[in-house]
């Protein structure tokens, strides 16, 4: 039995709560992982996990031999780390999930610099706006817009995103363009919501000049949960929506997008990189961190 991957499996599966999600996030089957579990409970001459058919809990010797094993994962990564030439080159594989737009617009196009400082990090990128099950689906880190509300995980704030209101040309030449935000609630005029996963419902626009607040919900024809789906129905003259500017620079300069209201001004949105309290940080996902943190310094305030 090899103890270090025996300890790493059984760290897994009581992270997961899953043999099968272990399995999946170490890249072995599930059998040789279970075969792991027996071998390292054999080994110690005590039951680690109370298994049934549709969940896996820890019992009290586990729980107990858990923080001993994560401890002890942790130190062996760190001296590993201080001596060898990771210091100065980390390498391995990440796990990271990130906003489709921040992965087309920001992220992927700078990926050549930081495989140039970097070379021996292997990302694997997941790009959605869902809420992603950090310590379930065995998740490294995640870059999330809007205030973190899961306490089990460090979050490091990367600024707030400034927010515009945009339409199509096309859009504008065929409804009118509005004076006056509260025209969004009319009949006249549609906007392309935004689907809150917490809520399942588009979210509003809250504008703010000289001290007056209004909130606008705004009639919707479509209404998307994904950031780009977002921007390409906007392009489509579909109606009115907001994005984060960053987003919607390349289609101001070429003309595809108008600004609208730009005397009112839209809350911004916080956005942070977080990762699992529990989860050690290795010398890859420091140097990982570090990076968006400067790469996002120039669009999030």
């Not at 495989?115 to 997941?126: M, V, W």
């Not at 101001?252 to 989860?279: C, H, I, K, T």
Request: glycine letters at 8%; proline letters at 6%.
């Amino acid at each position: 039995m090899d103890r270090f991957n025996a300890m790493q499996a059984f760290v897994r599966v009581v992270e997961t709560g899953s043999f099968t999600k272990a399995a999946e996030t170490l890249r072995m089957n599930k059998t040789s992982l279970t075969q792991l579990i027996q071998q390292l409970e054999a080994r110690l001459r005590v039951k680690l996990l109370n298994r049934t058919t549709r969940k896996v809990n820890v019992t009290a010797d586990g729980a107990a031999y858990y923080e001993r094993a994560v401890k002890l994962l942790a130190d062996l990564d760190d001296a590993e780390t201080s001596v060898s030439s990771a210091v100065a080159s980390p390498r391995g594989r990440l796990r990271v999930d990130v906003p489709s737009p921040l992965a087309r617009f920001i992220l992927i196009p700078a990926l050549p610099q930081f495989y140039a400082q970097y070379p021996d990090i292997q990302l694997d990128l997941g790009v959605s706006d869902r809420a992603v099950d950090i310590v379930g689906e065995g998740v490294d880190c995640v870059v999330r817009g809007g205030e973190l509300t899961d306490l089990s995980l460090v979050a490091r704030r990367l600024g707030d995103l400034p927010f515009g209101l945009y339409a199509a040309p096309g859009y504008l030449e065929r409804v009118g363009v509005p004076s006056h935000p509260k025209e969004l609630a009319g009949p006249d005029h549609c906007v392309v919501g935004f689907t809150w996963e917490r809520t399942g419902k588009p979210l509003p626009y809250v504008l703010k000049k000289q001290g007056e607040s209004i909130t606008v919900q705004g009639r919707y024809l479509l209404s998307a949960d994904d950031g780009n789906a977002l921007l390409a129905a906007g392009l489509a003259g579909l109606g009115i929506l907001s994005l984060p500017t960053y987003v919607a620079r390349d289609a101001l300069s070429g003309g595809e997008l108008v600004p609208l209201f730009e005397d009112w001004q839209l809350e911004p949105m916080p956005l942070y990189v977080a990762y699992p309290q529990n989860r050690h940080v290795s010398a890859k996902l420091r140097v990982f961190i570090d990076w968006v943190v400067d790469l996002m310094s120039p669009n999030a305030r």
